[in-house]
C-alpha cells in the first residue's frame, strides 16, 4: 500500500510561483511512475504532468515552460514547481502513483488547493 499526502498549495497573484510537494510512504519503492493532476470546480480532472521510471517527463500543453515535475527517490518525495501562474491554474491538485507495468494510477492524494488571482 502507498499513502501520497500533498502539501504546498495556497492563493497567489498571477505571475508568482508555488512548489508543490507530494510526499509518500508506505511501499514506495514500488511506483515510480507518478503524475500530478488538477480539477477546477465544474470541469473534468486533467493530467498536468507526470514522471517515468527513467525519469523522462511530461506535461500538458498549458503548462510547459511554466511548470516542472521533478522526483527525489531517496526522499519518496514528487514535486511540483510552478512558475509564471495564470488564473486558468486556479484548482485543486492532486499527486498519483502507479506501478510503471500498468498505465492505471492506483494511489492517489487528497489534494491541495491553488488558487490565483488576476
Known amino acids: 500500500q502507498v499513502h501520497l499526502v500533498e502539501s504546498g498549495g495556497g492563493s497567489v497573484q498571477a505571475g508568482r510561483s508555488l512548489r508543490l510537494t507530494c510526499a509518500a510512504s508506505?511501499?514506495?519503492?514500488?511506483?515510480?511512475?507518478m503524475g500530478w493532476f488538477r480539477q477546477a470546480p465544474g470541469k473534468e480532472r486533467e493530467g498536468v504532468a507526470y514522471?517515468?521510471?527513467?525519469?523522462?517527463?511530461s506535461y500538458t500543453d498549458s503548462v510547459k515552460g511554466r511548470f516542472t515535475i521533478s522526483q527525489d527517490n531517496a526522499k519518496s518525495t514528487l514535486y511540483l514547481q510552478m512558475n509564471s501562474l495564470k488564473p486558468e491554474d486556479t484548482a485543486m491538485y492532486y499527486c498519483a502513483a502507479r506501478y510503471c507495468v500498468t498505465s492505471q494510477y492506483n494511489y492517489w492524494g487528497q489534494g491541495t488547493q491553488v488558487t490565483v488571482s488576476s
Open positions: 514522471i517515468y521510471a527513467d525519469g523522462s517527463t
Open positions: 508506505g511501499y514506495t519503492y514500488s511506483i515510480r511512475c
